[in-house]
């Protein structure tokens, strides 16, 4: 809602309409459009953007060793502009867990022959 009523996205003139409903007492209630815009804005900033919770974390984690590691990477670059904290997070688990599901997979093939 801040960033809606910033500088950042009104004019000057803008800004001193909603200055004067502030004051007059109207209601800010801004359209689903409007809230959008305001989170696809701020998504875009790595500071803004939450990450992974840890639960998150682990289930990437533990999809990307004991299944595939094509949800890590489906996540990265899916979240790579709306939410980059998540996308790096994503990336971090699942490139590790590639170069080991990459290498176990066939050495436990070979070693079952």
Same mark, same amino acid.
């Given at each position: 809602m801040a960033w809606l009523l910033s500088a950042e996205n009104l004019t000057e003139e803008q800004l001193e309409a909603v200055a004067e409903r502030i004051k007059g007492g109207q209601p800010l209630r801004p359209s689903p459009a #409007?809230? #959008?815009? /305001?989170? /696809? /804005?701020?998504?875009?900033? !790595? &500071? &803004?953007?939450?990450?992974?919770?840890? #639960?998150?974390?682990?289930?990437?984690?533990?999809? &990307?060793? !004991?299944?595939?590691?094509l949800p890590g990477w489906v996540a990265w670059w899916s979240w790579r502009e709306s939410r980059p904290r998540? &996308?790096? #997070? /994503?990336?971090?688990?699942?490139?590790?867990?590639?170069?080991? !599901?990459?290498?176990?997979?066939?050495?436990?093939? !070979?070693?079952?022959?």
């Amino acid at each position: 809602m801040a960033w809606l009523l910033s500088a950042e996205n009104l004019t000057e003139e803008q800004l001193e309409a909603v200055a004067e409903r502030i004051k007059g007492g109207q209601p800010l209630r801004p359209s689903p459009a #409007q809230l #959008q815009k /305001a989170r /696809a /804005a701020l998504g875009l900033a !790595f &500071s &803004s953007d939450p990450g992974l919770t840890i #639960q998150e974390r682990l289930y990437l984690l533990a999809g &990307s060793l !004991f299944l595939t590691p094509l949800p890590g990477w489906v996540a990265w670059w899916s979240w790579r502009e709306s939410r980059p904290r998540a &996308s790096w #997070q /994503a990336l971090a688990l699942t490139a590790p867990a590639t170069v080991l !599901f990459t290498v176990l997979l066939p050495a436990i093939a !070979f070693l079952r022959m």
